[in-house]
C-alpha cells in the first residue's frame, strides 16, 4: 500500500514539474487563463494575485524608494494599477503613469484602476530619471506591433534612466513568441511572468532584456494542458532526475559503462582528454583514449586514470570500438577537419556503440548533411554551437522563427538528440518535447568547455542514461558546475566543480525522496 502511495506521489510531482516548466506561446497563455475561468476562477481574481505577485517580488528585493508604475490600456495595465495600490499599502511613494486615457478602460482593467483610486498622470510626461524604481505595465506578451511615438520615446528614457526596471509578463517592446524585438524595447532587471514562461524569456537576445525570469502562479487549475500543448520544457532535475545512472553497492567498473573518445594527434590532445576525463566525472567505469601514435606518450603521461589505445585513423574507429567493448563513442573534440574524420564517425556510426558527435566530427560533414543523416541512429546525439549548426543544417535556421523552432527541425532531420549550444541551449529529439537550458552562466564560454560537456554526456550515456536525457542532464550539471565557479573558469577547473554539482544534486534528491517517503507513511 505505501508503495502504491509513494508511486503516485511521485507521479504527481513529476506532473507539477512538467507544468512547472512549461514554456507556452502567448495565444496559449491565454487559452490557459480562459480555462480558469471556465473552472470557475474570477478573472478578475487571476489579476489580483499577479498584481499582489508583481508587488510581493519587488518588496522582497528593494528597500523603499520612489516607485513609478506605468501602466498600459490593457490587462498588463490592470496588473500595474493593483501592484501600485499594494505597493503604496506598504508605505511606498507611488506614482501611476498611464497610456491613453484610464478613464476608457473596460472589463478587469477598469476594475484595477478604480481599485487603485489614486492619481494618474499621463505616460508621455513622466520622467523615470526622477524615481528609484519603474514598473513597466504598458504591453505584455501579447504584443503584435512595434512600439512607436510617445510610448517608444518613453521606453528610451526607462533604458536612460538608473531607475530599477521590473516588467510585468514581458518588457514592453517584446513579443512574447520572437527570440528578437522588431523595435525599441524597455531592458528590465527583473520579469515577473505568469503562470508559465514564454519563448521571449528564454531565447536569446530577447531574454538578455528580462534580466531575472520569475515564473509565480496566479491560480490556473489543474488541467489546463488539455487544452494548451506546451513549446518546450525549461530544463530541469524534475524532468530526468529519475532516469540518472545511481551507483549500486556491488557494481564494478564495467557494470559502470565503458566510454571511448577519439582524440587528435600531437599537436590537438587537449579537447579529447578534456572529455575523457569529463566523462569519468560523470560517472563512467571506465574511459579509453583513442588516439594516433605520435600522441599517446602525451596522452599516457596526462592522463592517469584513464587508458589509453593506439588509433591509425579512419575506418579503424568501429573496430576500437569493439575491441573497447564501447558503450558510447565520443569523436570531435580536436579531431580535425576534413575526410578521415567523416571516414571515423561513418565507421564509428556502424558499431554497437552509440556516438556523441562535437566539434570536428560535425564540421566536417558541411555541406555534405545526407551522407550523415543516412548513418546516424536514434540513440546518436549530436552537439553543435550555432556556428557547427548553420554548418551542418545549412537554411534551418533563417527558415526557422526562432533557435527553439531550428533545433526541432534539425532533430527530426536527423532522426537522434541534437544539443544546440549556447546561453540558451536547446535539446530537442523526435517524439520527446524540447528542453531549453536557463541554467548556466555566461563564464562557460571559454575554451574545452565544450569538450567537457560532450564528455558529460557521453559518461552519462555510457552509464545506460537515453542520449536524450543525458543531454538534458548533462546541459544542466555542466551549467550548475559553471554557476559555481564564476569568473576565472577553465575547462580543468569545469571537471572538478561537474563531479561536485553532481554530488550536490545527489544529495537534494535523496532529501526530496526522504520527504516523499514520509509522505506516504
Known sequence: MKAGLLDREAKLLRKRA???????????????????????????????????ELAAAILQRWHMRPALIACGPGNNGGDGYICAARLLEAGWPVTVAALGDPEQLKGDARKAYLAWGGPVQSVEESDPSEFGLVVDALFGAGLDRPLTGAVAEFCQRVNAS???????????????????????????????????????????????????????????PDGWDSRAAPLALRNSPALWAEELPATATLSHKHQRGRLVVFTGGASSTGAGRLAGEAGLRAGAGLVTLASPVDALPINAAQSTAVMVRPWAGGYESEAIAQACRADVAVIGPGAGIGAGTKQAVESLLTARAKAVLDADALTSYENDLPELLNSLRPDDVMTPHIGEFRRVFPGVLEASAHKLEAACRAAEQAGCTVLLKGPDTIIAAPGRMAVINRHASPVLATAGSGDVLAGVIGGLMAQGMGGFDA???AAWLHGDAGMRIGTGLTAERLLEEVGLSRNALDARLRRQSAQRRLLAC
Open 162 to 220: 538608473s531607475a530599477v526596471v521590473v516588467a510585468v509578463d514581458l518588457p514592453s517592446g517584446q513579443k512574447g513568441d520572437a527570440a528578437q524585438a522588431d523595435g525599441p524595447v524597455i531592458v528590465a532587471d527583473l520579469t515577473i511572468t505568469f503562470h508559465t514562461a514564454k519563448p521571449a524569456h528564454l531565447l536569446e537576445p530577447a531574454a538578455s532584456t528580462c534580466g531575472e525570469l520569475v515564473v509565480v502562479d496566479i491560480g490556473i
Open 18 to 52: 512538467l507544468g512547472e516548466h512549461a514554456v507556452l506561446s502567448a495565444a496559449d497563455t491565454a487559452v490557459c487563463d480562459a480555462y480558469a475561468v471556465e473552472s470557475g476562477v474570477a478573472s478578475f481574481s487571476l489579476m489580483q494575485t499577479a498584481g499582489a
Open 471 to 473: 543531454a538534458c542532464a
